[in-house]
């Protein structure tokens, strides 16, 4: 994917630099180094590399620019350079574009308890229909609650107790409100899986 690879001087500093694996998302795989606790001309030289030879990217709707080496993939939030303080990696398979197509992206289901509620996503009830012959239907109400979500219609604490298919929409629309029509599509199915799946996917 790359033009050009690690100058030797940057691969040996990644190569030797002690990564720190980041505890606060399980559910996303990856390590970072802190600027002030490295090397900073070699830190800058990195970051550097990675926005000239790298390549823009998504997790979710946001766009990133990424750098692939050795199976690696490392990139940054897209602050100035100035104040670029982390580089973040993670294997070639953790990231969010190879998980999407892998079906392999984590459950929002399975996130613990306090990130639902913080994200909007909490519930005490399941009480979505899982008829088939629904389908039409339950895509429609999904629809329907994501377009009030991004027309600013909130939902009441009453309401949220129960999921349903309009609600989720509601939930995801808060959440990415700038998503395509075939976006709204590919979270509805991912949807639909993860019901029939138990959360697992």
């Known amino acids: 994917m790359s033009m050009q690879g690690f100058p030797d001087s940057v691969r040996a ?20 180094l802190v600027r002030e606790r490295v090397d900073e001309r070699l830190f800058v030289r990195l970051v550097e590399h990675i926005r000239a030879q790298g390549y823009e990217g998504h997790f979710y709707q946001r766009t990133i620019v990424y750098y692939e080496e050795a199976r690696q993939v490392y990139w940054t939030m897209g602050a100035p350079l100035a104040e670029t303080t982390i580089v973040n990696r993670c294997g070639r398979e953790d990231t969010y574009e190879w998980r999407r ?4 992206l984590p459950s929002w289901l399975s996130l613990r308890r306090e990130e639902q509620e913080m994200d909007g996503l909490a519930f005490e009830r399941d009480i979505r229909s899982t008829e088939p012959n629904e389908s039409g239907y339950r895509k429609a109400r999904f629809r329907a609650g994501w377009k009030k979500a991004v027309a600013g219609e909130h939902y009441g604490k009453e309401t949220l107790k129960e999921l349903t ?8 629309g808060r959440l990415f409100p700038d998503a395509t029509s075939s976006r709204i599509d590919e979270l509805y199915d991912w949807c639909v899986r993860q019901q029939g799946n138990g959360g697992a996917e």
């Not at 990564?19 to 990856?30: E, G, L």
């Not at 298919?165 to 995801?172: A, E, F, I």
């Open 13 to 32: 500093f990644v190569d030797r630099e002690h990564w720190t694996i980041a505890k606060t998302m399980p559910d996303w795989p990856h390590e970072y």
């Open 101 to 104: 197509s892998a079906g392999t």
């Open 165 to 172: 298919w309009d609600n989720l929409g509601h939930r995801l």
